[in-house]
Nanobody, 121 residues
């Protein structure tokens, strides 16, 4: 099973910036179709923030367009999320997600453990 490890969460004041990282690793040969970031506020459903496919195409949820940027390092099989102009309402848990191809098994989806981001007013 491919494992996703996230880092970069923390405390930032409103209007500031943070960069999240997610690195994929596994004991077998694998490749990634897409990697994405989700967010979840207390008592709310988890929702997609941004996604990037292996060819480089990206998609963002409406309220982060122009503020957030998702990118990939295919050599490291990693995804990054640059977050700018952060708002207090974006105090949420962010989770990394990937669609995985692994030789010998069916394609599957997997999640990282999540990391907390806190935006102060």
């Amino acid at each position: 099973q491919v494992q996703l490890v996230e880092s970069g969460g923390g405390l930032v004041q409103a209007g500031g910036s943070l960069r999240l990282s997610c690195v994929a690793s596994g004991s077998t040969i694998f490749s990634i179709y897409s990697m994405s970031w989700y967010r979840q506020a207390p008592e709310k459903q988890r929702e997609l923030v941004a996604i990037i496919w292996s060819g480089g195409s990206t998609k963002y949820t409406d309220d982060v367009k122009g503020r957030f940027n998702i990118s990939r390092d295919n050599a490291k099989i990693a995804v990054y999320l640059e977050m700018n102009s952060l708002r207090p309402g974006e105090t949420e848990v962010y989770s990394c997600n990937a669609d995985v191809h692994e030789d010998g098994v069916s394609d599957y989806n997997t999640w990282g453990q999540g990391c907390q981001m806190t935006v102060s007013s």
